[in-house]
């Protein structure tokens, strides 16, 4: 009796797990389309959901982006669209944007379009199934997209979003890695406040003048833990000729000489006393209060910076900083814009959305209210767009000539692409922040994350 | 002539027994004391690290209530923590009586099952309890960040624990004065239970009040409650400590009010249970 009564509760049991697993999985990835969607008559009502993670935070960034989804209502009023953030706990929404979408699909419900990074690109095409926009609208319409009315896109910015020769996603909100340096602390070590470090080994050299004459931090480089992510540890590689996974993204190749003797410059800033062993939010805090000579960040925290620096010192920026005898390649870090409808009214509304929300007047708007970098960079020319706000904002001139030299933060590859982004850094942190063997601490990581790769990285 | 007792500590002992105490009282309200000097700094100082606040100001309070719908945020808070609290009360109170009055069949394994539950990590049935949200059409409501949270096996096993220990005669001279069973619940056993109850009612609520995973998981296009509110000042672009501290100083002082209204019934509870 006993025993039957328990192998009914655990086929019970069982049967309820396997329903809630396998609800909604059905339709993620389905393509089927023939040819661009049907355009939505004029009495064809649409609601559509936007997820973006600007909904996760107060002040700008949910004001500007409700007053622009207002906008488009009245610009299409057969179209409403309901605003939300990604679901989850994380204590920045941007890292729940997959998780929440993949809880979705599996509730049979996702968003119809949603912003997400770009270091999530090959999950999203293969495993999330985003649709390919040059499908549902025509490639001719995605171009048009970014050619615009008057300015186009930045030729760097316009492929972010493609795979396999597509468009899936409309690059949309972006940042390049910056060095921020604080011009008091430079006049007080006896350094030339108007002018930024330009090589690594000046970045070394005046950390350590800041430390030695000032008692502060010199610098700290936020691209080297788990937390920063690797898109600008990837810049800094590039710009030693090396990259972190081959060309053909079937091999891990960051433990190959070029990246270990980024890694090795980075320990010994660290040993030498020019770098703190701080935390992201240490460093970011430490450098806004005052107490940091540089920092290399992204351009997207200026503006904590800036409110930090107040009356009490001034803030200074340069390009990311290059290597002897080579060039700077920066990366972007950010986010696209996807469509995961998978009704053809719903996929047409919200194409329209994403030309609203990527058009001259809409980043007019973003750039002067949070001062994201438009990706249609001409309207930092136009008088009646963005000039004046570039004019009031020094730092936007080396992020804009970064444009030019841009190399798109490449994505890792399989369904344990985190696990193997993560476990990368893990090891450059403990090489950099621990003092462990640069060469051998890699090649051992890599030994071991190579076996995540699709196919076994074989 | 002395007035301490025979084998108490020495005085040594006792100043050395205080000393600890209050550099351990000290230690668990610095972060407290940091959260409001922190709030009540100049917008431009909240990242000093001088231990008095000078200038003092309210502009993160100003700040914090201009973007966010603070007072909107307390109450729906509030409402989530007093229906949860009064729902797993009423849920714990009947299934403990069940338990601990009457004898029926598959009793012990009935009581298994709900100890059960709180062996089961809420991530595991976060997904399911996710999806019957979606499909009862409870998503974005407060009602969607309640209904699962309605049973709490905490409750049951505690209230069942306190209520092994009442005496059975009272129950026994309940019915032969011709009182039913749910009369002589809510005459004799709520009433000798009341510090009990007001001891896991104060927990339950503070639970439900601090609660941030689930609501984050239900209300996707809101801030409706506190906890989501204090993340919105969060994010990408770095975080704003002035209007964080500030929204977190004042959710904390609805639950440092309720503490103190109902603090002689939680030492009670904490005490009676101490000594058995």
Not at chain 1, 14 to 19: C, K, N
Not at chain 1, 90 to 99: F, G, K, L, M
Request: hydrophobic share 45%; charged share 15%.
């Amino acid at each position: 009796m006993r025993r039957s009564l328990f192998a009914a509760g655990a086929a019970a049991m069982l049967a309820l797990v396997t329903a809630a697993c396998g609800l909604g999985s059905s339709d993620a990835g389905s393509e089927g389309n023939t040819g661009p969607v049907p355009e939505l008559g004029a009495d064809q009502r649409v609601s559509i959901v936007f997820e973006s993670y600007n909904f996760g935070q107060a002040g700008a960034w949910t004001d500007t982006f409700n007053e622009l989804i207002a906008a488009f209502e009245k610009e299409h009023p057969n179209i409403s669209v309901t605003a939300q953030k990604p679901q989850g706990n994380s204590a920045n929404p941007a890292t729940d944007t997959i998780s929440s979408l993949q809880s979705q699909l599996t509730a049979g419900s996702p968003p119809d379009v949603v912003q997400l990074g770009f270091s999530d690109l090959d999950f999203t095409v293969n495993q999330l199934g985003a649709k390919a926009l040059d499908d549902l609208v025509g490639e001719n319409a995605v171009q048009a997209n970014f050619d615009g009315e008057e300015y186009p896109y930045a030729e760097a910015a316009r492929k972010l979003g493609d795979w396999d020769g597509k468009t899936y996603g409309v690059p949309f909100v972006f940042s390049t890695p910056m060095l921020y340096y604080n011009k008091q602390l430079f006049s007080q070590a006896g350094l030339d406040p108007e002018q930024a470090p330009a090589k690594w080994s000046e970045v070394r050299d005046s950390a350590k003048a800041v430390a030695g004459r000032t008692g502060k931090d010199g610098v700290y480089v936020d691209c080297l833990t788990k937390a920063a992510k690797d898109w600008c540890f990837q810049s800094i590689v590039r710009s030693n000729g090396g990259r972190v996974i081959s060309q053909d993204r079937s091999k891990l190749t960051f433990a190959e000489q070029p990246v270990v003797e980024v890694v090795s410059t980075m320990q010994d800033m660290v040993k030498g006393g020019a770098m703190p062993n701080l935390t992201q939010m240490q460093a970011v805090e430490a450098f806004a209060r005052g107490d940091l000579g540089m920092i290399v960040e992204s351009s997207a925290i200026q503006g904590t910076f800036l409110k930090g620096a107040g009356d009490e010192w001034e803030l200074g920026a340069g390009a990311m900083p290059s290597f002897e005898g080579t060039q700077a390649v920066p990366t972007n870090s950010g986010a696209a814009l996807f469509v995961f409808s998978a009704d053809q009214a719903k996929q047409r509304a919200g194409w329209e959305l994403i030309k609203f929300l990527t058009s001259e007047r809409a980043y007019t708007t973003i750039a002067s209210k949070i001062g994201y970098l438009p990706l249609r960079t001409g309207l930092v020319e136009d008088p009646d767009g963005l000039k004046s706000w570039a004019e009031q904002n020094p730092y936007l001139e080396p992020n804009l000539e970064q444009l030019g030299r841009l190399e798109p933060w490449v994505s890792m590859p399989g369904t344990s692409y985190l696990q193997i982004r993560d476990g990368m850094m893990e090891a450059v942190e403990n090489v950099v922040f621990q003092g462990a063997d640069a060469e051998a601490t890699l090649r051992a990581e890599q030994g071991e994350l190579s076996k995540l790769l699709p196919g076994g990285g074989r | 002539m002395t007035t301490e007792p025979v084998g108490g500590p020495s005085s040594v002992h006792r100043i050395a027994g205080h000393l600890v105490l209050g550099l351990l009282s000290l230690l668990c309200v610095f972060p407290i004391y940091w959260l409001y000097a922190t709030s009540l700094r100049v917008p431009g100082d909240v990242s000093e690290l001088s231990p008095l606040p000078w200038p003092l100001s309210t502009d993160n309070y100003a700040d914090a209530l201009e973007k966010n719908d603070v007072a909107a945020m307390l109450l729906n808070t509030g409402i989530v923590a007093v229906l949860s609290a009064f729902g797993q009360l009423l849920v714990g109170l009947l299934a403990a009586y069940a338990f601990a009055a009457w004898r029926f069949p598959l009793q012990r394994l009935i009581y298994l099952l709900f100890v059960g539950t709180w062996l089961v990590p809420f991530q595991a049935t976060m997904l399911p309890n996710y999806v019957l949200l979606a499909r009862l059409g409870l998503l974005e409501t407060l009602a969607g960040v309640i209904v699962p949270n309605l049973c709490s096996a905490l409750g049951v096993l505690l209230l069942r624990e306190h209520l092994k220990s009442f005496p059975k005669e009272l129950l026994d001279a309940a019915r032969m004065d011709g009182r039913s069973s749910w009369t002589a619940l809510w005459t004799v056993v709520v009433p000798a239970l009341r510090p009990a109850l007001a001891a896991l009612g104060i927990l339950l609520a503070i639970t439900a009040w601090n609660e941030y995973f689930w609501p984050a998981m239900v209300l996707q296009r809101s801030n409706a409650v506190v906890q989501l509110g204090l993340r919105s000042f969060m994010g990408t672009e770095g975080n704003d400590w002035g209007p964080l501290m500030a929204t977190a100083g004042l959710a904390c002082l609805p639950v440092f009010a309720l503490y103190l209204v109902l603090q002689r019934h939680i030492v009670n509870a904490f005490v009676r249970s101490g000594l058995k």
